[in-house]
């Protein structure tokens, strides 16, 4: 099945800096979407993002698929943005969307 | 997505009870997807149906585990007998028509297993 690598493992961050995390996969995508997952467990979509850039306030998101990579860019980084960011991708060769190892984030004052 | 509901939030149960987790698509969505995380992990494939049928369980334990998904009701994920390494976050999902379009999950299922 495809392998879905993300870095950095964790990260900690002050307030305010910018990070760019990534997503590494091993096969074609029909779809790619970026999660957030907060301290209290809940999944929150971000991107649904197979290809090109998007762009939602201080998140923005870029998959070239060809290179078989997505990144996600946070800007001015808050403490809400604290948690696990997942990416997750389908193929369309098997039934599920794959999730990714995950990169855990910490944004301190 | 407050559009996938699920329920009971929080369940706790003693080993070798019965634990039943149920999932409300989206109105009008068909595909409905179980997915497991447990601690410190990334959430892994459980099983994918569709309206009275299962189509892939090839993340399914093969024992104590079943899922359903009726005619007419919720999505449930039944666990028999209990044990303290089935503990996790069980999230459900749901879509239209697959995952070639953006999923969204419910607020997931904590099973503690005391």
């Known amino acids: 099945g495809i392998q879905v690598e993300q870095s950095p493992p964790d990260l900690i961050l002050q307030e305010g800096a910018n990070s760019t995390l990534r997503c590494n996969f091993s096969d074609s995508v029909n779809n790619l979407q970026w999660f957030h997952q907060n301290p209290w467990g809940q999944l929150i979509n971000l991107f649904y993002?197979?290809?090109g850039t998007k762009q939602n306030g201080r998140l923005s998101a870029t998959t070239v698929a060809t290179e078989r990579y997505s990144l996600l860019y946070i800007s001015s980084s808050q403490t809400t943005d604290s948690g696990v960011y997942f990416c997750?991708?389908?193929?369309?060769?098997?039934?599920?969307?794959?999730f990714g190892t995950g990169t855990r984030l910490q944004v301190t004052l | 997505n407050a559009g996938v509901m699920q329920n009971p939030r929080h369940l706790v149960r003693r080993r070798g009870q019965e634990a039943r987790l149920r999932c409300s698509p989206v109105k009008g969505h068909s595909h409905v997807y179980w997915y497991r995380q447990l601690p410190e992990e990334g959430l892994k494939f459980m099983v994918y149906?569709?309206?009275?049928?299962?189509?892939?369980e090839s993340g399914m334990p093969k024992e104590r585990f079943s899922a359903e998904f009726p005619k007419e009701g919720p999505s449930i994920l039944r666990i028999q007998q209990v044990v303290r390494g089935d503990s996790a976050a069980y999230f459900c999902a749901s879509s239209l028509t697959g995952f070639l379009i953006e999923a969204f999950f419910g607020q997931g299922t904590r099973l503690t297993v005391v």
């Open positions: 993002i197979p290809s």
């Open positions: 149906l569709q309206k009275e049928n299962i189509i892939d």
């Open positions: 997750a991708v389908y193929t369309g060769t098997a039934s599920k969307l794959t």
